[in-house]
């Protein structure tokens, strides 16, 4: 395994100002010169991860490939040690589903400073947050009032006028989820979720990016998706 090269790569990637979940070395015996990188990171995420390993003399020392969360974590499970990665960039969930069933990271061997403790595999190094996103042209013209929380689209008069992140298909829908669980526990959150989707409907999305597209757009009034994405979308419209 190229050892030396794979943990200073991914103290390199450990620099980086945003990415994803937690970062993880893949027990590869792989021999090629280029370090592989797979991540379901969001494209902020991935272009700042590029610049820094850029940055730190490793451009053309790295492949990166971009997966949807679901279909990484697939990989992650279906494929363990023989997967072509030799870093993984992926949500804690996954990555502990795939090291219970196929024992197939190795520890990091770097000081990587977390405010908590964490499997001796990964490293988180992304504070990410999630926001509900309003279109309020959309929200006036069905007299809609303005949600002040999450579990607010849960309620019937917002049926057909939400998007959100089905689970299965993207890590942006933890943040909701979380969100729910810390505020109103773990039973009360299944009878929210459960009206959430309901709501949504047609606009359960499978990309974290799905529900702020569709609150663009104009084909719902409310959507819940990452907070750095709708400022920077906000910003683009001016």
């Avoid at 991540?39 to 390993?53: G, I, Q, Y």
């Avoid at 303005?146 to 689209?153: A, W």
Wanted: hydrophobic residues 40%; aromatic residues 8%; proline residues 2%.
């Amino acid at each position: 395994m190229k050892s030396t090269k794979i943990t200073k790569l991914l103290c390199a990637v450990m620099a980086a100002a945003v990415s994803i979940g937690c970062v993880a070395g893949c027990s590869s015996t792989e021999a090629e010169e280029q370090v592989v990188i797979y991540s379901n990171a969001d494209d902020e995420a991935v272009e700042s991860m590029k610049k820094t390993l850029d940055e730190n003399g490793y451009s053309g020392k790295y492949i990166f490939q971009s997966f949807g969360t679901s279909e990484l974590g697939g990989k992650l499970l279906a494929e363990g040690k023989n997967i072509e990665a030799d870093v993984v960039t992926m949500s804690t969930y996954y990555l502990d589903s795939a090291e219970e069933q196929n024992d197939m990271f190795v520890d990091l061997t770097f000081d990587v400073n977390t405010t908590e403790e964490n499997p001796s595999f990964y490293a988180p190094f992304l504070g990410n947050q999630g926001a509900l996103i309003i279109n309020t042209e959309v929200l006036a013209a069905n007299n809609l009032e303005m949600p002040t929380s999450v579990r607010d689209l849960a309620k019937p008069e917002y049926n057909g006028f939400i998007s959100v992140v089905d689970i299965a298909g993207s890590s942006t829908a933890w943040l909701m989820i979380q969100s729910l669980v810390d505020n109103y526990g773990e039973a009360e959150t299944e009878t929210i979720l459960a009206d959430i989707y309901r709501n949504a409907g047609a606009h359960l999305e499978q990309s974290g990016s799905g529900p702020i597209k569709k609150v663009r757009a104009g084909e719902v009034a409310i959507g819940f998706g990452l907070r750095h994405q709708a400022v920077a979308d906000k910003a683009d419209s001016r």
